[in-house]
């Protein structure tokens, strides 16, 4: 098994609030993987007296241990009760009703000899190689499916649309969200690698359509996951007149991760 992992933050002036881990057991017959992408507040008006890179840690610590050590469990409800824990952390504290409490996207996932299960919530990307070099990437694109004018303000789319019923949900203090996640599982032969990426990484084909998801792990395998970052960076660097950017940031946290089985 090869595990290869990189993150750059958006810019050095703020923390990068990406968080990503895996875990292999003892027995090194499985193992799991962990990728978050937190949320950024508007003018760090969240209601709570925590970074968002507390939240992640504190919620991805949780899912790397429960995601090893609670087989019993199914993929949803290890978020759900990860999410429980984070949030009793600091809710004598903090505004956790507040619709920018800190929040973040999740990917899980996780391996043993008979099959490889799979959690996704919100825009990050989970892609799984087949032994023949197919990719099927794993995706939740609620997000995608909104009006334009839905998103045009943050205001606009903590009151309407998000963790809202029509609209899109992330891992914040509400333990219930774990049942919007997309799941499923693979039969563990079908597969031959997994990859993370937060959306500062998937850039690279989901803006700048420099290549389809099967190139994106390609890239992975052949340069690693920073090879990735850097080309991602480059390509920010060159749209200068924001023809692919657009309204969005032009540096975001990247996280990219890799595992071949």
């Given amino acids: 098994m090869r595990i290869e992992l990189a993150t750059a933050p958006g810019s050095s002036e703020r923390p990068n609030e990406d968080w990503a881990s895996t875990a ?4 090194g017959r499985g193992g799991a993987l962990v990728l978050l992408d937190g949320v950024t507040p ?8 925590h970074t968002v890179p507390w939240f992640t840690a504190r919620l991805g610590g949780a899912l790397v241990e429960l995601s090893a050590s609670r087989r019993d469990l199914t993929l949803s409800e290890i978020l759900a009760e990860s999410i429980r824990r984070t949030a009793d952390a600091h809710r004598s504290s903090c505004d956790l009703s507040h619709p920018r409490t800190p929040q ?10 008979e099959r490889v299960e799979h959690l996704v919530l919100s825009d990050s990307a989970l892609l799984v190689e087949a032994p023949d070099g197919t990719v099927r990437p794993l995706l939740d694109d609620r997000l ?3 009006p334009p004018g839905l998103l045009a303000s943050e205001e606009i789319a903590d009151t309407r649309a998000r963790n809202k ?4 949900f992330t891992a914040a203090a509400d333990p219930l969200v774990s049942s919007r996640a997309v ?5 563990r032969q079908e597969v031959r690698a997994l990859a993370a990426l937060t959306d500062g990484a998937s850039r690279w084909t989901e803006k700048f359509r420099e290549g389809d998801w099967t190139d994106t792990v390609k ?4 340069e690693g996951p920073q090879g990735l970052i850097d080309r991602v960076r480059d390509l ?7 023809v692919h950017l657009r309204r969005g940031k032009r540096h975001d946290d990247a996280t990219a991760l890799l595992v071949e089985l």
């Fill in 219 to 222: 890239v992975l395998r052949q």
């Fill in 104 to 113: 973040a996207t999740a990917v899980l996932a996780r391996w043993d000899q």
């Fill in 236 to 242: 920010e660097r060159a749209d200068v007149d924001r």
């Fill in 144 to 146: 995608d499916r909104l």
């Fill in 165 to 168: 019923e029509g609209g899109f």
């Fill in 183 to 187: 799941t499923g599982e693979t039969p």
């Fill in 42 to 49: 508007p003018q760090d008006d969240d209601g709570c007296v």
């Fill in 24 to 27: 292999v057991p003892a027995a």
